[in-house]
């Protein structure tokens, strides 16, 4: 007949089954025990990105060894040209994830006595996610330059999983920036970051990065970089108008910015054209002066007209290319001496 004896742990209930023939006792018996899964051989939740590979695993002890089986949202999985099913050790491999891959996944093991049937039969389910990666979409594909003072707009906008929720890091120079919704905000609920006002000290190298909740379990998180200068420019006066008011006088209209850094007037250069032409100079009185009247002209004559922007800028000091020559001292006093060289 059938026997059974059952060892019981606190963590464990192991059954042992010997089946006993009638016959002499110096026959064989037949020890056996029910399929159960080892230490860690049952199946987790798992999420991958398409495209990627899943291997699957269950692993179960048993006597007579158990025999696997998969299903896929309890329908049966089949070896096919991208799924391998391995009966015999539990193992199931997609060499390429896609969406529908998505789903719940229940691995069987089963161990059976000819004669006697099914004596172990135990399963492990686990529900599998195969999600989009997240990519960054739009971004910076150059370095940006803006005047002081005007809007800066960095993109980036990336794209995810249906449901993901995106989180976006700026830094400058390796800094972590405060987008505080002052002068730095993201615009229309995305990672664009927007400077208002710039300032020189927004000048540097930013980079944007999207996080996700699953950023570092699947791979590290997309980033982009791009370099912003902030420069100053002295803008040029632009002529707009040039109107003959008399035979020897014109009269010169421009627009002039007065807030430029540096700016100390404009000055009106007129030049008749010709090979033998020779030009006149009209310093503007006042910075703020926009309309100017240039005579003393030439009656009947072709004119070159430029308004210029002076600045108080000076280029850096060098070093002389050669040392002072001639250099005389002659007393004129008691205590001085009058020093003169040639540069």
């Known amino acids: 007949g059938l026997y059974q004896c059952i060892v019981e742990t606190t963590f464990l209930k192991v059954p042992s089954y010997v089946f006993i023939t009638n016959t002499a006792p110096s026959d064989v018996t037949i020890s056996y025990y029910p399929a159960t899964f080892v230490p860690g051989g049952t199946l987790s939740n798992e999420v991958v990105l398409i495209g990627q590979s899943l291997e699957l695993n269950c692993t179960a002890t048993g006597a007579p060894p158990p025999s696997y089986q998969w299903f896929k949202d309890l329908l049966p999985l089949s070896p096919s040209s991208s799924i391998s099913v391995d009966s015999v050790s539990g193992r199931l491999l997609i060499r390429t994830t896609d969406i529908s891959h998505t789903g719940k996944y229940t691995c069987r093991a089963t161990n059976e006595i000819p004669g006697v049937g099914i004596v172990g039969d135990v399963t492990t389910s686990a529900s599998i996610y195969v999600i989009e990666e997240t990519r960054i979409t739009q971004f910076?594909?150059?370095?940006?330059?803006?005047?002081?003072?005007?809007?800066?707009?960095?993109?980036?906008?990336?794209?995810s999983a249906e449901g993901t929720h995106l989180s976006y890091l700026w830094t400058r120079n390796g800094i972590p920036l405060d987008a505080d919704g002052d002068r730095l905000y993201y615009a229309n609920d995305t990672g664009t970051l927007v400077i208002d006002d710039t300032e020189l000290g927004d000048t540097g190298v930013y980079q944007c990065t999207v996080q996700t909740a699953l950023s570092s379990i699947l791979s590290p998180a997309p980033n982009v970089s791009s370099s912003l200068s902030v420069v100053t420019v002295y803008p040029l006066p632009v002529v707009v108008e040039v109107k003959a008011f008399s035979a020897t006088e014109i009269r010169v209209r421009w627009v002039f910015n007065s807030m430029a850094p540096g700016l100390q007037g404009y000055v009106i250069q007129v030049r008749a054209l010709g090979p033998d032409a020779k030009g006149t100079t009209a310093p503007v009185p006042d910075i703020y002066i926009?309309?100017?009247?240039?005579?003393?002209?030439?009656?009947?004559?072709?004119?070159?007209?430029?308004?210029?922007?002076?600045?108080?800028?000076?280029?850096?000091?060098?070093?002389?290319?050669?040392?002072?020559?001639?250099?005389?001292?002659?007393?004129?006093?008691?205590s001085e001496l009058q020093l003169v060289w040639k540069a």
């Open 140 to 159: 910076v594909q150059s370095n940006l330059s803006v005047i002081i003072g005007e809007k800066a707009t960095l993109p980036c906008v990336a794209t």
């Open 290 to 334: 926009a309309d100017m009247m240039v005579g003393f002209l030439v009656p009947f004559t072709m004119y070159e007209v430029q308004v210029v922007a002076v600045l108080n800028d000076m280029t850096v000091e060098a070093a002389p290319s050669e040392a002072p020559s001639g250099l005389v001292a002659t007393p004129i006093g008691a």
